[in-house]
């Protein structure tokens, strides 16, 4: 298994276990470069929001929430076929 996982991350592409003609596992490469950089970029727009509602009035906000919470029909009940 080490070795089908080893050769999935050289080609950087998924490897497909098959069984009698029918796939029956995916050995997929963990890429954690992009992983890494992807979670850095994460983080730095959620800072980058951080602070940007600043300028608002929190009165005023609180209203037009509460005003736009009363004019909007409710969401319909979630219903759940188990």
Do not use: C
Not at 47 to 59: C, M, N, T, V, Y
């Amino acid at each position: 298994m080490k070795r089908l996982a080893r050769e999935a991350r050289k080609t950087g592409r998924p490897y497909v276990l098959r069984e009698n003609s029918h796939d029956i596992a995916l050995l997929t490469p963990v890429d954690t470069e992009k992983k890494q950089n992807t979670n850095q970029q994460a983080i730095e727009e959620t800072l980058a929001l951080a602070g940007s509602w600043k300028d608002l009035d929190f009165d005023n906000m609180l209203d037009e929430l509460d005003r736009i919470r009363h004019e909007s029909k409710p969401t319909p009940p979630l219903e759940l076929n188990l």
